[in-house]
């Protein structure tokens, strides 16, 4: 009895080992075929010989679906998609598969079955050369780093690199070019933004600019829509949005013709930006956002969903306060005749005075000399421009949001020699115990902390 369960159990060790043998001979141990360090019999070498001018054609067909690469002149086109086209995504598959190289496996290969290449998962047909060819891709290697492939009816089997067969399923959406409108930063002329719960603002050239201004490159910008009337826009926040133009591309398309734009919240946008330069308009439309970091805008004349980083829109996703210059108002010392300050029923009066004589060599400007008398007292040109530097830096501190009337507690009016207006009042208004409402041409815009007035007052009148 022990004798034949003995025989039993050998001939259960014998089945197993033959199976194994079986098991072995179709599957062979791929990594041992794909080792990082090959031995010198593994060689690699030109799949194919092609020449790739005659090439007008390359089909890749797939478990899923099929791409035809179209050579037409110096450029690739994808048959039967009508869209633009990111040449250098389709160049580098093309390329590729034109110049296709790969390890030697096995040089007479008999049995293809063993690599998956009876039933390949993948075919690569390239036509134009004379005579078409076929390469089959069959299974991927054990530590995936690699697929196994061979040109049909050969019997030569390669590893073809995981990358480069990845690259052939890719969906046709991954060869779309993905630029924006170009924008040249250089010539932006227009900036406009509209956003819930935020006016939309207009930011423009001035083309009013000084030549003081330009030469301290201030007042460069006009922002215009959400006060009662333009005002300069801060030249630094509008150089961070026109820096930020080169950075506003998709990284992804997500669909072309969507049927319901809620699904981006393309339906009411989260941010509506347009830019426009000497030569091209650029008009955004942004969504809501994919995943913390990153967000769905589409192109206002478009029908394709994107995707952009969210950090790459933070310098449009701005307030009109946010931008907008905060000086009560500004204008050269040389375009100023006269100060009036009126405050507490008293009164502070500048007088600047100018005489000009010819300049000693022909070609130079006229030397002009400026006095002025504060109360009629004469002060020291150079004391009294620390005295103006501390007005015209009067800033306001935010929006102005009650409706009050134009009755000011203290006023300053300029008396100019340059422009059509040759006088400007502002007045300042009780707000509440700690700000003034700031009027100007008798609308009150902004707000500012009364401290800040008064300290200008007292420093004025005792300037000596």
Known sequence: MKKAKSIIALVVILLLLCGAYYYV????NKSENNSSTPSTAVTTQKVWKVDSTKVSKIIVTYSDGENIFVKSTADWNIENYNYKLDQTAITEVTDSLINLSGTVVEKNAEDLEKYGLNKPTINV??????????????DKSSDGSNFYASEKDKKEVYFIATSTVD???????????????AIDATSLSYIKISQP????MEITKNANQSAEETENNYNSWILKGPYSFPLGADDQKISVMSAGIANLKAYDIIEDNPKDLSMYG????????TLKDSKNTLHLLIGKNKDSNNVY???????????IGTTLLDAYRVKP??????????????DVDKIVVSANNSMDTVVLSRTSAKAEKSGDPDVVTTTVKVNDKSIELDKFKTQYEEMIALSVDAENDKKLEDKPEVSITYSLNKGSKKQQTINFVSYNDQLYAVFRDGKANFVIAKDKVNKMISNLKNLK
């Open 266 to 273: 393309l339906d009411k946008p989260s941010l509506d930006l």
């Open 321 to 334: 306060f946010d931008i907008v210059t905060k000086f009560v108002y500004l204008t050269n010392i040389e």
């Open 25 to 28: 001979s179709k599957h062979p």
């Open 297 to 307: 805008f589409k192109s206002s004349e478009g029908n394709s969903i994107y995707v």
């Open 125 to 138: 047909k390239i036509v134009g050369d004379g005579s078409d060819k076929v390469l089959l891709i069959g």
């Open 167 to 181: 690259s052939l399923t890719k969906k046709q959406l991954a060869y779309r070019d993905k630029t924006i409108t």
């Open 197 to 200: 719960g935020s006016a939309t």
